[in-house]
């Protein structure tokens, strides 16, 4: 079957389609080396509010170590995470409370971490209304990467906060291998034990946590590949955006519009432009990028319970 006749049983006829299914007739052109997309996570693959998914996994670990250890209980930033507030953590710095969880998970080998967050969304229900981390997911998401591996496309998923978690999932709510997600990263040393040498995990970040430029170089150094199509919902994702339509031959930038409340959520992201702070929906638009409408364009939003 060919991309452009592939169905995407989810997403309404209209503009946004149409311009979906034109870039994947045209990319039949592109040598298949060069099929590169890349989809932000949070807010763009899976529903961010009113926590993310890390930020529940944070808070499940702090109180996990919390109940037998008096040091964890009594530390400020542990204290800070417990409260179970976004913003509050935004303001003290997430990369200071990503740092402080790293220190209880700091000795696991990739596997045993990897365990450790599936386990996490397996057993426990989200903040959300529905009770699986698995339904939060972005059902026409999962259709539009269906059709792009279909049409032989490399798909990446940007992680921006931490790799190794969303790595833990990917393939199993995605369909997208570890090895194709990038983002922020954490030390490692190798080290000699009694079973033999293993790979452990150290609480240090690398790098900035993934934003704006960051979000590019980091598909450059992580990869070595362009994508002709990227997908986001935040200011943080523009540059991945402008990046995408920079490429050679066709392309396509998706920005994710949450304007669905009763369905989802309705929440706008701003930026300060010389005129003051403008709608990020507004810029895409002077961009020529194309909007996705949660209200308009999509039939459903997340997969059947």
């Known amino acids: 079957m060919k991309p452009s006749m592939a169905p995407l049983p989810s997403w309404r006829e209209g503009r946004t389609r149409d311009a979906i299914l034109a870039f994947l007739e045209a990319s039949h052109g592109i040598p298949v080396g060069n099929r590169t ?20 996994f944070m808070v499940h670990k702090v109180r996990t170590a919390a109940a037998t250890r008096p040091d964890v209980a009594d530390r400020a930033d542990y204290q800070l995470i417990l409260r179970g507030d976004p913003a509050e953590v935004a303001r003290f710095g997430l990369r200071r409370c990503l740092a402080a969880v790293y220190e209880l998970v ?26 699986d981390y698995r339904q939060l997911v972005y ?12 049409a032989e496309f490399t798909v990446l998923i940007n992680a921006r906060y931490s790799v190794e978690f969303v790595r833990a999932i990917s393939r ?46 980091n598909i450059q150094t992580q990869t070595g590949l362009q994508p002709i199509l990227a997908a986001g919902n935040s ?20 920005l994710i519009e949450h304007d ?46």
């Open 37 to 56: 997309a890349i989809f932000d996570h949070d807010g763009t693959l899976r529903c961010e509010k009113p926590t993310l998914l890390l930020f529940d």
């Open 106 to 131: 700091a000795g696991m080998t990739p596997q045993e971490f990897t365990s450790a967050v599936r386990d996490f969304v397996h057993r426990r229900g989200s903040a959300h209304s529905r009770t």
């Open 172 to 217: 199993d709510y995605y369909g997208v291998p570890p090895h194709c997600v990038v983002g922020t990263t954490v030390d490692y040393e190798y080290e000699y034990r009694d079973s033999g040498p293993a790979l452990v995990r150290r609480s240090t970040i690398i790098g900035e946590i993934g934003r704006g430029a960051t979000n590019v170089v």
């Open 235 to 254: 200011t943080s994702d523009r540059e991945i955006l402008e990046y995408a339509t920079a490429s050679e031959g066709p392309s396509l930038a998706l």
């Open 139 to 150: 059902q026409p998401m999962l259709e539009l990467i269906r059709v792009l591996r279909d």
């Open 260 to 305: 669905d409340p009763e369905r989802e959520y309705a929440y706008h992201e701003h930026f300060e432009a010389r005129s003051g702070s403008e709608s990020f929906v507004d810029l895409a638009r002077h961009q020529g990028w194309t909007v996705v409408s949660m209200h308009r364009d999509w039939s459903t939003i997340f997969p059947p319970a």
